[in-house]
Structures are given as C-alpha cells and as structure tokens.
C-alpha cells in the first residue's frame, strides 16, 4: 500500500497515534485502579459532630483503647462508646473536666435523652464480606496494623485500604504483625527481631485463604 503522506510525515502520525494510543490506556488503568473503593477510602476523614481528638485522650492521657472500644477483645465488632462513658469525666455534676464546654454539647444531649450522638461510620466493609475483631486482636495483631498510629490523631482518618489484597498480604504471612497480646493496644510498642515467629508458634497461628473463611 502506498504512503499516504511524505514517507517521515507518515512515521511521526504513526509515531503520534501510539503515543496517544499508550496515554489513553494508562489513563484507563490509572483511573480503573484508582478509582476502585479501596484507594478512594483511604484518607475518608468525614467530620465529626464532636470534635473528639484520639491524639488527646488515647495518646497524651493515656487511655487504654479498650476503655472505649470495650468489644474488640470479645466480638466481631469493636463498638465506639455512649454518652455515659465520656460523662464519666466530662459531667458538669460530677468529675466535671470541661463539663460545661460548647463542644461536648452534643454528649451532654445524648446522655440526658439517651439517642447516640451521631458518629460518621470511617470504616466499613461491604456486606459479603466477614470481619471479626476479636479473632485478631486475641492473637496480637494490633490495632495499628489496620487503622494506622490512632494514638497521634486528632481526627480519625482511614488509614489502610481493607481491601481483599490488603487482607491476603497479611493472612499470606502475618509474622511481622504478631505482637504480645498485653501490647496490642500499645500503638508505640516496636517489635523485636523474632517476637513474631514465636508468638506465631505459641498461638498456632493460621490466617485463613480460602474464600469462605471471609465470604461466608
Ligand atoms: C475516650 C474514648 C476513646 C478511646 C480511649 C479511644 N477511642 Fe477510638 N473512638 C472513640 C469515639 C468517640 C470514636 C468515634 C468518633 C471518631 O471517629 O473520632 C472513635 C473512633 C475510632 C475509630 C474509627 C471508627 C470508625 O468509624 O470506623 C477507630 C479505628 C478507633 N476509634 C480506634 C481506637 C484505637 C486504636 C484506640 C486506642 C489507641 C482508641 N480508638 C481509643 C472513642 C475512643
Ligand atoms: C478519663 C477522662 C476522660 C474521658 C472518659 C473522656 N475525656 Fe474528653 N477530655 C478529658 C480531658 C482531661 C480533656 C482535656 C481538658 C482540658 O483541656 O483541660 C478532655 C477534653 C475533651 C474535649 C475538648 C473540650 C474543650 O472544650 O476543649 C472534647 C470535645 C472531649 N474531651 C470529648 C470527649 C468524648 C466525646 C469522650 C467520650 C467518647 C471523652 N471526651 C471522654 C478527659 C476525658
Ligand atoms: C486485622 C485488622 C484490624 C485490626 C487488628 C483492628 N481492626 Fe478495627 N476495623 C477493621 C475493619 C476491617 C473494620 C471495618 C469492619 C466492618 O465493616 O465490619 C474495623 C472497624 C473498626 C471500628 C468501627 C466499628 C466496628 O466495629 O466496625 C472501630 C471502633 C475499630 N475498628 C477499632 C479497633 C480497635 C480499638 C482495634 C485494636 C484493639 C482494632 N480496631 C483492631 C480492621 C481491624
Ligand atoms: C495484619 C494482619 C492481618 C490483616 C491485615 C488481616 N488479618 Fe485476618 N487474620 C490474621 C490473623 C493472624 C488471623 C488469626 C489466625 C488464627 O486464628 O490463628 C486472622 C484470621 C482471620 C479470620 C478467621 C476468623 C475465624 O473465624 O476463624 C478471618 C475471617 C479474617 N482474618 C478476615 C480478615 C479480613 C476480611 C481482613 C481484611 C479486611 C483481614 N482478616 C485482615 C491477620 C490479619
Ligand atoms: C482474608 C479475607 C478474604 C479472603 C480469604 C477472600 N476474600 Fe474476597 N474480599 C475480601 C474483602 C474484605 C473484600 C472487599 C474488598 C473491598 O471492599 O475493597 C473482598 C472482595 C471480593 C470480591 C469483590 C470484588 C473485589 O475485588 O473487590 C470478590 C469477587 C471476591 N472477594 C472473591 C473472592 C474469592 C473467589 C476468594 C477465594 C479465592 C476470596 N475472595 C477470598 C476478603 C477476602
């Protein structure tokens, strides 16, 4: 077939058509993978109706994670406090720590009516899909390897994608996220060379891969 224009005119429009032809699918692929849940979650950060600082009360107080997530050692879900368990500090009539603050307004109503304040939901799985937290927190996995160093936040964000690859890296080889169980609420602890393996060995650790175990 002969050339349609001048032999390199023809090269550079060949030239020019892969190039945009090369573009368009890595614009697909790049807009396919991020457009997915999994990496638009990460960073969700909705705001809240009190302006609850982690960083403040589980990282410069001190507070145990469990004071206010008391299910997540004994069921699927991990559960976020009522009214009663902020009041414990923050009751104008009682311990009285900035009892009468503007901010804690929204507590207060909830503790006199007994609606729960109205918490935006940050991490959420679809439905097909099986989580249980006591599972993993029984056998030293940290809070810290799914949602991040919480202790150091002032506004809770999603940290990590929980998506399905995310969860095989781990199940595939959890070693390096096996800690004491006395530590999995210690957001600063730092692993040592070998505590994984071992607590691994006496735990007989064995995270699922079969589709069931998570689409039940
Ligand atoms: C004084 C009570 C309190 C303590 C202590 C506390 N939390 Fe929370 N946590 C809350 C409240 C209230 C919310 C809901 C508001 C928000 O998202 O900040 C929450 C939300 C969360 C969420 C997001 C839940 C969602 O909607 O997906 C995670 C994850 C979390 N906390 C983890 C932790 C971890 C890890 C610790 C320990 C380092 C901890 N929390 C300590 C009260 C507490
Ligand atoms: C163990 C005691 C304790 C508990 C329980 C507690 N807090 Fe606090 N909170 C504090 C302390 C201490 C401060 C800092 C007070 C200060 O700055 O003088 C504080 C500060 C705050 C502030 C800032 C108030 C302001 O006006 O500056 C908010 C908002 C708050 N807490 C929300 C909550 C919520 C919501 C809960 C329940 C999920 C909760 N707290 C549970 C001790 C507690
Ligand atoms: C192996 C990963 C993993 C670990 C470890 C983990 N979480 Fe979660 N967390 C999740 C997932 C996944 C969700 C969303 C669950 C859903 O939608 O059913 C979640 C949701 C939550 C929620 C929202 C309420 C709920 O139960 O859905 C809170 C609060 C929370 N986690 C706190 C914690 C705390 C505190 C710890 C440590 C004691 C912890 N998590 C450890 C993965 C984890
Ligand atoms: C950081 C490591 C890690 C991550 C991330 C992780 N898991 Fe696991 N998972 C484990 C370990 C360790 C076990 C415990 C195995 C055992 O019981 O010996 C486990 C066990 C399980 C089980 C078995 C529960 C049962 O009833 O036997 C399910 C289901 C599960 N994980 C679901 C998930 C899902 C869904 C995700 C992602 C949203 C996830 N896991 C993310 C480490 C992880
Ligand atoms: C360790 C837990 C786990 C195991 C094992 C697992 N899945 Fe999933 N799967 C998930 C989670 C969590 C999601 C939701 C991901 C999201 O929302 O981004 C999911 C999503 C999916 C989806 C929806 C499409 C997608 O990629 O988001 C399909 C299809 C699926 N899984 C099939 C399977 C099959 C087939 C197997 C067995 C080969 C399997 N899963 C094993 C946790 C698991």
Redesign the pocket.
């Known amino acids: 077939m002969p050339a349609i224009f001048s032999r390199s005119l023809d090269g550079h429009l060949r030239r020019a058509a892969v190039g945009l032809g090369v573009a368009v699918t890595l614009f697909v692929i790049g807009w396919y993978y991020y457009a997915l849940p999994s990496y638009t979650r990460v960073g969700y950060q909705p705001d809240q109706p009190v302006p609850f600082s982690h960083e403040l009360h589980a990282g410069k107080l001190g507070m145990d ?2 004071y206010c ?1 008391q299910s ?1 050692f004994e069921s699927p ?4 406090p009522a009214a009663q368990t902020c009041m414990n500090c923050h009751n104008p009539k009682m311990a009285n720590v900035k009892g009468n603050s503007p901010l804690l307004a929204p507590v207060r109503a909830s503790y006199d009516t007994g609606k729960p304040v109205e918490w935006k ?1 940050i ?3 679809p439905e097909y899909a099986y ?1 249980n ?1 006591a599972v ?2 029984n056998k030293g ?3 810290v ?3 991040g160093q919480i202790n150091e936040m002032k506004v809770v964000w999603h940290d990590q994608p ?1 998506s399905m690859g995310w969860c095989l890296k781990c199940h595939n080889d959890p070693h390096e996220h096996l800690r004491p169980f006395d530590k ?2 210690d957001l600063t602890w730092k692993p040592k060379p070998g505590t994984g393996a071992e607590i691994a060995q006496q735990l007989a650790v064995k995270a699922p891969m079969s589709c069931q175990s998570c689409h039940r």
């Open positions: 994670c469990a997530h997540v879900h991990a559960s976020v939901r991490h959420k799985l989580f937290h993993h927190t996995v940290s809070c390897s799914c949602h929980l999995v609420t």
